[in-house]
């Protein structure tokens, strides 16, 4: 087989089943990349994400949530475009002005992130003080 996409026929053939249970296999298959936040051709798989799963006996489950998919408020490190945006949409040189003042920044590499627990404290003890 030289396709780009296989169907149910297409793994029935393969592995040598009923046409019944390569449809579920294929729906699994579909499902679990569409967890993994993948698009997903109703009916069809990469034959590359077959061929991975298939040397794998169908076992690995790539059902982790990519980390852009995890809300802000449940990330302790944030990029400094996040952080614009989860501090209310300020801008991106305002943001690293008061992150550097406040003590967020951590840098890992050669990326600035900001501590958005160190921040959060920050903002409360900010009002407190009102």
């Known amino acids: 087989m030289d396709k780009v996409m296989y169907n149910a026929e297409d793994i029935a ?15 699994g298959l579909a499902d679990r990349m569409e967890r993994a936040g993948h698009l997903v051709i109703r009916g069809m798989v990469p034959r590359a994400y077959y061929e991975k799963q298939k040397k794998a ?10 980390a852009a998919r995890i809300p802000l408020n449940e990330k302790r ?8 945006g989860y501090a209310g ?8 002005k008061y992150v550097r003042e406040i003590g967020a920044e951590v840098r890992i590499g050669g ?10 404290r920050w903002c409360d003890s900010y009002r407190s003080q009102r």
């Open 89 to 96: 949409g300020i801008g991106i040189c305002t943001a690293r």
């Open 111 to 120: 990326r600035c992130l900001v501590d958005r627990i160190k921040f959060d």
């Open 57 to 66: 006996g169908f076992l690995l489950d790539e059902t982790a949530v990519p």
């Open 77 to 84: 490190l944030l990029s400094l475009e996040e952080f614009c």
């Open 13 to 27: 053939e393969d592995l040598s089943i009923p046409p019944e249970e390569a449809e579920k296999l294929l729906k």
